[in-house]
């Protein structure tokens, strides 16, 4: 996965910097001990895009769940009619803050673990404190003295925290379990009004309780020492609860089924295609019934590559430069916009290979049928087996990490390149591609151990032995009625020697041309010249003389394997491919000069 943002970052400082800060979660929200090996997971799956396959590491998806916040917010900040927020900063002060010209919301993330029975929020686990001002109310709240002092790295801001529109919230996996908390959490507007906090509300009350802090001298407590919070925070308990929230997001796979059907709602809204091509094949294909997976898949690939993004900025927590906290509004649009035609290209990419693995799989399936109804039942094993062979070679090639290996097998069967790109098609492709892989066949029929030369060549190579014999290198070219002998014959030459791997092979290879324009390219009844330059012959051998042939290329046009059809396919035939007698025929064959 790659995401362009500012700096570029080495895999092994990014894998270090998250394992660190999954070392730091750990160590402040977790009872238990985790081995590195466990972290190292969390890590993975999170570089990999696959952070659904933390499967039981329950203990960690706390960590993930505030990458998940942040997600929330850049989508909501996109796309929310009411979001006035265009920054979403990572780690600011807290774990997210919201940030517009003139209001600003702190967002801590709590998480419970998901497997667990004891599930709910009551208020003693938001105001529990242990050794100072540090319950979940505590260090929400204490935000707002702190962000006086570091407004430095907010460089635009130079209001005082008097001037803002002050809001507060924990967003967490918890549901609540108590009816004082219903009051802040059905406190959407993130204002109370006055009074509507009960004199004797827990949460408060809990704030306002003064904490007293042992004071310590040779490892005895000799005093007390009274913190209030009203001192931490002037503002007061009652002011900050007004501003309070307590916002249930769901469970971990719940809120990122939220964010991803959110973003799907989007992406079907003014989608707009860079060619119109791609519309028609993404709504006609079968491999996307409807439009919800569609959107689905290009809102999944969006998601990914905001977490991935997120990581990638915010990995170290001795970041030099703090802006790269910073999320703003019109970079992640961008970025959105980009990833959503990215992903759409993407479809239409996959679509049309497997459109061309379909019409390969269509080409075996006659080809059997071929052998099977009108080929001698001598030659039938010999011929299936060759086919066989041919078809699980790319399918092998394609799970050992190549997928668009036949992409190339036709950019090299057709155009003489190694493109990954789909081949342009038209209907006699299709027959042309099935005549091909019927050559190759019988090519590879003689040989009982064979080979594809799968690599970075131009051209298609397979290879065919018997024992300790060498290996016999073949290629084909498939002309598709466009060029004449010779002009395939030079197209191949100049391509052979433009190809590294071409000319790394020092033993003569063969080469056989097929469907070569067997016409005149200008004949004597359209030329204009034919009246005033009399022409005597047009024999295309004659040009075949000029063709600076290359040392360890010998071609063959392909009515030799014609021929060898013809006669293994006739009722009189009644060997086989493995005598070794058709076998040294064959290499005769090859060996002729034409």
């Not at 001037?163 to 967490?172: G, K, P, R």
């Not at 509004?329 to 959503?340: F, I, L």
């Amino acid at each position: 996965m790659e995401v362009e943002v500012q700096g570029e970052v080495h895999t092994e400082e990014l894998e270090q910097g998250l394992l660190d800060k999954v070392k730091k979660y750990c160590l402040l929200n977790q009872e238990e001990t985790l081995s590195e090996d466990v972290m190292k997971k969390v890590v993975k799956c999170l570089l990999q895009g696959n952070p659904d396959d933390l499967g039981g590491l329950t203990a960690l998806r706390g960590f993930v769940y505030q990458y998940y916040v942040a997600i929330h917010y850049m989508v909501e900040m996109l796309y929310e009619e009411n979001a006035w927020w265009t920054e979403v900063v990572f780690e600011y002060l807290d774990d997210v803050a919201l940030l517009g010209n003139d209001k600003i919301r702190f967002v801590q993330v709590k998480t419970v673990r998901e497997d667990g029975q004891d599930r709910h929020l009551i208020p003693s686990k938001l105001s529990k404190r242990e050794s100072g001002l540090d319950s979940w109310l505590d260090t929400l709240f204490l935000n707002l003295p702190h962000f006086e002092n570091r407004q430095k790295y907010i460089g635009k801001h130079d209001s005082t925290p008097k001037e803002f529109c002050v809001q507060f919230e924990i967003a967490t996996n918890a549901p609540y379990d108590n009816k004082s908390l219903k009051l802040y959490a059905e406190n959407t507007s993130y204002q109370l009004l006055e009074g509507a906090i009960p004199p004797e509300e827990s949460l408060k009350n809990s704030l306002l309780k003064v904490y007293k802090k042992p004071i310590k001298e040779e490892g005895k407590s000799v005093r007390h020492q009274d913190i209030y919070f009203n001192h931490s925070v002037k503002q007061g308990a009652e002011w900050c609860l007004e501003r309070f929230y307590l916002n249930h997001l769901g469970f971990m796979d719940n809120l990122k089924d939220k964010i991803i059907g959110r973003i799907s709602d989007y992406c079907k809204i003014n989608q707009t295609f860079h060619n119109e091509s791609i519309k028609g094949k993404l709504s006609s294909t079968k491999f996307f019934p409807g439009d919800g997976l569609l959107y689905d898949y290009v809102a999944r690939k969006i998601f990914n590559k905001l977490l991935f993004c997120i990581i990638q900025r915010t990995h170290r927590d001795d970041l030099p430069y703090k802006h790269l906290l910073v999320f703003n509004k019109n970079e992640v649009k961008d970025w959105v916009v980009d990833w959503k035609q990215g992903a759409f290209l993407e479809i239409q990419r996959d679509i049309e290979h497997t459109v061309q693995r379909e019409q390969f799989s269509n080409c075996f399936q006659e080809l059997k049928e071929e052998i099977t109804t009108s080929w001698n039942t001598v030659i039938r094993d010999d011929l299936m087996g060759a086919l066989t062979w041919i078809y699980d070679a790319l399918e092998r090639e394609a799970a050992n990490g190549n997928p668009y290996v036949y992409e190339q097998f036709l950019n090299r069967l057709f155009h003489l390149n190694n493109s990954n790109l789909p081949s342009k098609r038209t209907l006699k492709d299709t027959n042309y591609l099935q005549e091909s892989l019927k050559y190759m066949m019988v090519c590879l029929a003689f040989y009982p151990e064979r080979n594809f030369l799968f690599s970075n060549a131009q051209l298609l190579f397979k290879q065919g032995k018997q024992g300790e014999e060498a290996w016999n290198i073949f290629t084909l070219y498939c002309a598709r009625e466009k060029e004449t002998y010779a002009q395939a014959l030079r197209r191949i030459i100049d391509r052979s020697k433009d190809c590294l791997f071409t000319q790394s092979l020092k033993h003569t290879y063969y080469c056989f041309v097929t469907h070569e324009e067997k016409k005149s390219l200008v004949s004597e009844w359209s030329n204009p010249f034919s009246t005033l330059i009399p022409i005597t012959h047009n024999h295309e051998d004659s040009e075949i003389d000029i063709v600076k042939q290359s040392e360890n290329i010998k071609f063959k046009k392909v009515e030799i394997l014609d021929n060898v059809v013809t006669l293994f396919n006739s009722s009189t035939n009644k060997g086989s491919f493995r005598d070794e007698t058709y076998r040294a025929a064959w290499h005769e064959l090859l060996n002729q000069n034409m």
